[in-house]
């Protein structure tokens, strides 16, 4: 039953990561960034426009020596005054392992001026609590 469920979270962090890697990369300095939270690091890159949305994407980091699982992050889209003109809750794919990263992919609509993203949640607990 544990190799069972190890193996499925491995395919689905395979599939992300697959999912990830082929997109087209953008590597503009204004469509990157990086957050942090107690334990946590968030650091992301916007992918190219499809149509009306862009898809945010990149790594949650854990620095602490407890699993975190189910992190909830706010991804904010913003104009040039400052206000919030688009925004989407996403939960991590998986677990966030202890001293490693999780990958988050979350689509936006374009036209902000400047993204950023929040944590906003983090249960901390071991594997399989």
């Not at 677990?95 to 906003?120: E, H, I, K, M």
Request: glycine letters at 8%; proline letters at 4%.
């Amino acid at each position: 039953m544990l190799y069972a469920i190890m193996l499925v979270r491995l395919t689905t962090k395979i599939l992300v990561l697959a999912l990830v890697l082929s997109l087209p990369a953008v590597s503009h300095s204004q469509d990157t960034g990086s957050t942090s939270a107690p334990y946590i690091r968030v650091e992301w890159e916007l992918q190219s426009p499809r149509g009306s949305y862009r898809n945010m994407c990149g790594r949650v980091y854990n620095t602490r020596h407890v699993t975190a699982r189910r992190v909830g992050l706010l991804a904010e889209g913003l104009d040039t005054s400052g206000q919030v003109v688009s925004s989407r809750f996403k939960e991590v794919l998986g677990d966030v392992p202890v001293a490693g990263y999780s990958y988050f992919c979350v689509p936006l609509q374009t036209g902000a001026a400047t993204y950023r993203v929040n944590v906003r949640s983090v249960d901390w607990g071991f594997e399989g609590q």
